[in-house]
């Protein structure tokens, strides 16, 4: 494994570049919008990941309350982790592609307003899981972790069923894209589907080595000799 | 164009900021990992 990550690592840095060199030069401008219009390829692979994160957050959950398996509940942390980050880009992002199309930074509308909801759920959740003391912690985690799954589909499907300022969704739904777009699209989505997975691994390995070094340090607190009273 | 460019900027520092902050913790848990092992020897 020692060996393959860097491999990985490169691969996945070369794929980035060559992503990123599509949505900037290759994929065609936009007639309405123009150059500005380049932020879809980072906001929407970003908007996938992070639900496709929060996705396997609450299916490790679910499985967490049933079967207590440290390891899934190791994977639901890290889900939430990295993708808070990505949802993090979503809400960057977005603002700067509305700011000079949209003539504002931001309004209350129900896709924002939802993806904001949903970053602070997880935000939360991170929260619970640092600062909660409670041998309980992961269980409680693992409830609100199922209750932050359920605005994932009401961010997704708010487009399709209100009105609302932001455009349809271009796979799926009311909108439509041109094939070269699309194609861009989705090389930037796996792009940054193996960036997410490459730090997700890092990720993983730092949190399961962390409970394994709190693990020797009670089992080392326990065997110490006491200090003469 | 400064609107696009401050998207991808912005998308990479908040990458990079938290891949440093993962890899900065690694190595302060491997450094820990090490050294309870180093004890138990």
């Keep these: 494994m020692k060996r393959v990550f860097p491999i990985l690592a490169i691969l996945t840095a070369v794929l980035l570049s060559y992503a990123m060199y ?11 919008m123009g150059d500005v219009q380049r932020i879809f390829y980072y906001h929407v692979p970003s908007a996938w990941t992070a639900f496709l994160l929060f996705a396997i957050n609450f299916v490790a959950s679910v499985i967490y309350l049933f079967r207590r398996n440290p390891k899934l509940d190791a994977v639901a942390l890290v889900s939430a982790e990295v993708g808070v ?5 979503v809400l960057v992002t977005g603002p700067l592609w ?12 129900i896709r924002l307003t939802s993806t904001l909801v949903l970053w602070l759920i997880y935000v939360s959740y991170l929260m619970l899981r640092r600062f909660s003391t409670s041998g309980q912690t992961p269980v409680l985690a693992a409830a609100l972790a199922i209750f932050g799954a359920l605005d994932v589909p009401l961010v997704y499907f708010s487009i399709w069923y209100f009105r609302t300022q932001h455009p349809q969704p271009v796979i799926g739904g009311g909108g439509s894209i041109d094939p070269r777009m699309l194609h861009v699209l989705l090389i930037n ?9 490459l730090v997700f691994w ?3 390995r730092a949190e399961m080595l962390q409970r394994e070094v709190e693990e020797m340090q009670s089992l080392e607190a326990l065997l110490e000799p006491r200090g003469a009273l | 164009m400064t609107f696009l460019y401050a998207a991808y900027a912005a998308t990479w520092v908040i990458h990079i900021v938290y891949l440093g902050t993962v890899l900065s913790r690694y190595t302060k848990v491997r ?9 138990k020897i």
């Design chain 1, 85 to 89: 980050v990505f949802c993090t880009v």
């Design chain 1, 202 to 204: 890092s990720r993983y």
């Design chain 1, 22 to 32: 599509q949505g900037l030069v290759v994929a065609p401008t936009e007639k309405t």
């Design chain 2, 31 to 39: 450094k820990e990992f090490d050294e309870l092992k180093r004890k």
């Design chain 1, 98 to 109: 509305a700011r000079p199309v949209w003539g504002i930074w931001w309004t209350w509308d």
């Design chain 1, 189 to 197: 989505w796996l792009a940054f589907m193996c960036f997410a997975a």
